[in-house]
């Protein structure tokens, strides 16, 4: 990703590129401007800016009831926006649905193959649907489902299939019909961690055979760190975006993590002794210094507590969503506001699970 | 799109399948065919549902047929020549046709459930090509249906011929598309399957009581009567009576006994205006219907 040297945190600030110039044309595929979605009094996405690169993994990133999936509805048409503009593909998705809908490819967080029907059946009437041409149509088909390794399954019943089979089903539906973004919402969820990686696999192979942007929602940390780049979102707003070698730099150094004896007192102390913010995360302490090795023994000198373990690391995207929203991400129902906002949401959203 | 195509990366435009044109664009009529292939193939697969849709008419005909004509007195009610179960006969195929086309729209609901809905709406093709296809798929199983309860005819005793099945088959699919037309309405509106009792009991069951498919629409109390008229069950159950029994040869004077022609005010309606009617509800309810569907969060 030879553009990404430009790239800065966007916090609060508009995005580079006048409302004039959103045609497409500039190489992003993806451009959003002052995106809001309010479902009644509560507001979902407050305000999103973004510019998605052709070609490139992009990763949304967030915890649940952060507007991840609220976005994602708007760029694919399914929702629309309150207010704000978003151009996908060179189309504007509110004044031109349709068009947006011929060039983007869908995977839903639930799945929506057709049961009843056979995996090849599925992708000949996403084909039909999509307009591929009927001499191409076997062709495709037959390439769709090589690509995510279920050509020896191509004539059973996706009611048979496992949950795993049938995303890859999904992905190969969602490139049948060459489209420009790719959109995942949550492709990996529920799924174990050797069926995640093989999606992640032909989801890879996907752009490197059609580069086709890839646009993804998830709350997977790891995966997170496999896409080109990724924006954080929380409370509807994108309060980080970049590589994740970036954004892991802004929380700069290494991480340490201590247990003692006292981890109230500690966290003062280390305050107070080495000018370093302590953050309490799950029975340990974090502390972020530029050079770990160095700050471990005068750390363990310098404190009155009880150290009881110490570990020095690299700093993860999990760190940086901690330093960033002073929480982890995983602390899902930490926060009343984001439950509620989801529990709102779903109900707007009618029977989505 | 060719400016766009150039800002791809040499490694991917070396990889990539020749760019798609630009405006790739679904014709409404091949849409159709998607939801109504898509339908037939699952109503051929899921053959259970089509037993389960005519064993209820089934059960109609043989309990309150069998049991009413013996509590008649074998039907001496009727005109010489007609017992109640050859009178029914004619409202349990309608029977079957609606309960088959209300099913088959409300697989719309169980689709929304389970998340095939979405891969169609945003699918590049029109949401009225969404609804028009789902009611013809609806509308062809429907019909598939009443023509299968035709096998009765013999064992109840009513004589079938040629014309009067011709004649029968564009009557139950236009009726079928109407009704497909009404449940999409309804369903694309509800957003779980426990609405449907509630469609059941309330929509289903009157439209069919009060339509004359099993008991003669002559000589009803007058509230009962206007009742009947807005029915638009009642126009359809008519032609299909009319077609099946003066193709066996009942006299007019018969059929008018048993009040097969729906009459308003004295002034009975000819076939052409019964089918009339029927097309206008069904060309009203899909506009409905595609409204539903055009609806976005």
Known sequence: ?353 | MSTVTATRTAEAVALAPAPRPAHVRVSFTQAVYVIWLRDLIRFYRDRARLIGALAQPVLFLVVFGVGLSSALGGGRIFPPGLTYIQFMFPGVVCMTVLMTSIFSAMSIVWDREFGFLREILVAPIERSAVAVGKALGGATQAMVGGVLMLIFAPIVGVRLTVLGVLELIPLLFLFAFTLTALGIAIASRMKSMQGFQVVMNFLMMPMLFLSGALFPLAGLPDWMTVITRFDPVTYAVSPVRTALFSNAGLSPAVLDRIGAEVSIGGYTLPLILDVGIVVAVGATVLGFAIRALQARD
């Open chain 1, 1 to 353: 990703m030879d553009r990404d040297g430009d790239e800065l945190i966007l916090r609060g600030r508009a995005a580079t590129t006048p409302l004039a110039e959103l045609d497409g044309s500039s190489g992003d595929v993806i451009t959003v401007r002052g995106l809001v979605k309010r479902y009644g009094p509560v507001e979902a996405v407050r305000g999103i800016n973004l510019d998605v690169h052709r070609g490139e993994i992009f990763g949304f990133l967030g915890p649940n009831g952060a507007g991840k999936s609220t976005t994602i509805s708007v760029l694919c048409t399914l929702v629309e926006a309150t207010s704000g503009r978003a151009v996908v593909a060179g189309c504007d998705v509110d004044r031109h649905p349709q068009q947006v809908r011929a060039r983007i490819g869908l995977v839903f967080q639930d799945p929506s193959l057709d049961n009843q029907l056979t995996a090849r059946e599925n992708l000949f009437f996403h084909a039909l649907a999509y307009g591929v041409p009927r001499q191409e149509r076997p062709a495709r088909i037959r390439a769709a489902l090589e690509m995510v390794g279920l050509a020896d399954r191509a004539d059973s019943q996706v009611i048979t299939f496992s949950g795993g089979m049938k995303r890859r089903l999904e992905i190969a539906r969602g490139v049948l019909h060459y489209p420009e973004v790719l959109f995942l919402d949550e492709p990996t969820i529920g799924l174990d961690p050797q069926t995640r990686a093989r999606v992640w696999e032909h989801l890879r192979e996907v752009r490197q055979r059609t580069g086709t942007t890839i646009f993804m929602t998830t709350h997977y940390m790891e995966e997170a760190e496999w896409c080109d780049r990724i924006a954080i979102i929380d409370h509807g707003r994108i309060v980080a975006l970049g590589t994740p070698d970036q954004l892991k730099d802004r929380v700069g150094g290494d991480v340490v993590v201590v247990t003692t004896g006292d981890n109230v007192r500690a966290a003062t102390e280390i305050e107070e002794r080495f000018g370093a913010r302590a953050i309490a995360d799950d029975g340990t302490l974090r502390v972020d210094v530029t050079d770990g090795a160095e700050f471990v023994p005068k750390l363990v000198k310098g404190l009155d507590v009880e150290v009881r373990t110490v570990t020095v690391r690299r700093p993860s995207l999990d760190d940086v969503f901690l330093k960033l929203t002073g929480r982890a991400i995983r602390d899902e129902d930490v926060d009343a506001g984001a439950a509620m906002r989801q529990m709102m949401m779903r109900r707007w959203q009618g029977g989505r699970r």
